[in-house]
């Protein structure tokens, strides 16, 4: 069973992965890998990625190993590295003792660059950026081989072995493979295995001033792991006769089968970690968890559940097809997991006061509210239920619509867990008009009265005031990305994010920092993991009750 109660989907990855086990193959075990570059924090496309590379292992009694892909040293750093494993942990998944990085195998891979160019297959190219880029042709004109391409093996090995002693300029040489300059895929046309790059890296320090390329790394770290099945997004799949021919020509321990998935891409909202750096860099959001960002670091702060998003990347499934999926999927998730397991509370967000006219003063009421009523374990509290109480300004109107069921002058309506309340008269604010109370009779639960609405409230003695901040999506289109040539950042939402002061019931203001609660009619909360003190609360809005955008 997955974590959205369903027996899991037959994806084509699970049909070759029973092929494989049922023919034998790789003595019948299941290797996978999640190989993150770390050059910024973990998105929901990730997740998608760690829970079909783990889940897999998990499925087959396999393992799936934690790979930093670090072969790129430019954009990278330590801070990601440790989030990348805070995230990973948090979605539920763990890597044992197998926690790699790709330049602990900077020596393997130079190792195997110099067995191809022993063999013929690797030469150093000596060629302008400019002529490169002309050798190269286009994917209608073949290309030029470079005059560098027959140079005898010797000379390479020589040339490569001062790369690598530093004596050449950054950019001045590359290694490149030697395959098919007339090949219609770009990617075999004697593509760069390794450059020169003067830069720092955060693991091996100033070692190395010639780095490999992606293409020539990932594919060599997979054999050397003995990953049997090399999991990828689809746009790698023009690169796969590469990853063959690297595996083919060296003496790596096993040959690992790419395969390819299509990412996941969601309404209104960007994904990928460039575009995610400018936010949190331009202070376009307070950071990468910002509560309103795609990262797993946000939605953790904003309430979402490991097991939610699990159930969400279940249910979209794995396809090879691109497509976006609806952010609204996501929110139902979240909340069907929050529904069974948030405690529920009651909060006032946008208060109007209720002056109970048959209350004594004093003596407030003790009302029994249901902690869960999803969950009976989750038991019962106490709330008090005073003279003074507030509503949701919205759960009054002094000139009802048609169809209007909550409290009217002259109208009735249930307190939720208190009885029942009419209207009996409003009190207005002199110079605006604005209705500032509202008197009203009370009756207790066991009366007859017939109403049609139940609404929330809060004691005004005994609830506080609270920090509470409701977001809205951060983009205002289903594609912020869809023209490429202008700014994504032209449709972030001016108004993602509204703060206001509720008003909390009592049993809210210990809430631990990340806990979570459903406020009654309004929403699921969290209290904010950063922000929130002991007594002193800030709660984020996690997803609304109901999708109201979804009509029906
Ligand atoms: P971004 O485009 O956001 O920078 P990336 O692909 O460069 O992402 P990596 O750190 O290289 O990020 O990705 C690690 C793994 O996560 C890769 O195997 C990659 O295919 C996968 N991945 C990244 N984005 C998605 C996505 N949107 N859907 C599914 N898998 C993804
Ligand atoms: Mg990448």
Not at 19 to 24: L, N
Not at 27 to 40: A, D, M
Not at 177 to 197: G, Q, T
Not at 223 to 244: K, M, N, Q, W
């Amino acid at each position: 069973m997955t974590d959205s109660g369903t027996l899991p989907s037959r994806h084509f990855i699970r049909q070759i992965i029973d092929r494989d086990v049922a023919a034998g193959k790789n003595g019948g075990n299941v290797v996978t890998r999640f190989p993150p570059e770390p050059n910024g924090y973990l998105h929901i496309g990730h997740a998608k990625s760690i829970c079909l590379n783990f889940g897999l292992a998990q499925e087959y009694g396999g393992q799936c190993h934690l790979r930093y892909d670090d072969t790129n040293p430019a954009a990278e750093d330590v801070e990601y590295v440790d989030a990348i494993e805070t995230d990973v942990r948090w979605l539920g998944f763990d890597w044992g003792e197998h926690h790699y990085f790709a330049s602990d195998y900077f020596e393997q891979f130079y190792q195997f660059a110099e067995e191809l160019i022993r063999k013929g297959k690797a030469y150093v190219c000596t060629l302008s950026p400019e002529d490169f880029k002309d050798y190269r042709g286009a994917p209608t004109r073949p290309g030029k081989e470079s005059p560098s391409r027959n140079r005898p093996s010797e000379e390479s090995l020589d040339l490569f072995r001062r790369m690598r002693a530093g004596e050449f300029a950054d950019g001045q040489y590359v290694l490149r493979a030697k395959i098919d300059m007339a090949s219609p895929n770009l990617h075999l046309r004697d593509p760069v295995l390794y450059r020169i790059k003067r830069l720092h890296h955060h693991r091996t320090g100033d070692d190395w001033c010639i780095y490999p390329m992606y293409d020539f790394a990932h594919g060599i770290s997979d054999a050397i792991e003995g990953i049997t099945h090399s999991i990828c997004t689809l746009e790698f799949e023009v690169h796969r006769p590469l990853y063959d021919w690297i595996l083919d020509q060296i003496s790596v321990p096993c040959h690992p089968q790419q395969i390819e998935f299509a990412r996941l891409n969601l309404t209104y909202t960007v994904m990928s970690k460039r575009r995610l750096l400018q936010l949190a860099q331009e202070k376009r959001v307070s950071g990468w968890d910002d509560p309103r960002m795609p990262t797993l670091c946000g939605m953790r702060r904003r309430g979402y559940t490991p097991a939610a998003i699990r159930a969400f990347c279940e249910t979209i499934g794995v396809t090879k097809y691109d497509s976006m999926t609806e952010v609204a999927l996501l929110e139902h998730c979240v909340r069907e997991d929050l529904n069974k397991r948030a405690l529920r509370r009651m909060a006032v967000l946008n208060p109007l006061k209720v002056i109970i006219t048959n209350l004594p003063d004093t003596a407030g009421i003790d009302v029994e509210a249901v902690n869960n009523p999803e969950d009976p374990e989750a038991g019962k509290r106490a709330m008090a239920f005073t003279r003074e109480i507030f509503i949701e300004r919205e759960d009054f109107a002094e000139e009802p619509p048609p169809k209007y069921f909550r409290l009217a002058p002259g109208k009735s309506v249930r307190l939720r867990y208190a009885g029942f309340i009419t209207c009996e008269r409003v009190e207005h604010d002199d110079t605006t008009g604005e209705v500032t109370a509202v008197h009203c009779r009370w009756e207790p639960p066991d009366t007859k009265v017939k109403v049609k609405a139940t609404i929330h409230w809060v004691s005004a003695e005994h609830a506080r005031p609270v920090e509470v901040r409701l977001y809205d999506r951060l983009f205002t289109v289903p594609d912020p990305m869809e023209d490429k040539d202008a700014d994504f950042k032209a449709h972030l939402n001016p108004d993602s994010l509204k703060i206001v002061t509720g008003y909390a019931e009592p049993a809210l203001l210990d809430a631990r920092p990340g806990e979570f609660f459903q406020f009654e009619r309004t929403g699921y909360f969290c209290a904010d993991a950063k922000d929130s003190l002991p007594g002193t609360p800030v709660f984020n809005q996690t997803v609304a009750l109901k999708d109201l955008r979804v009509k029906g």
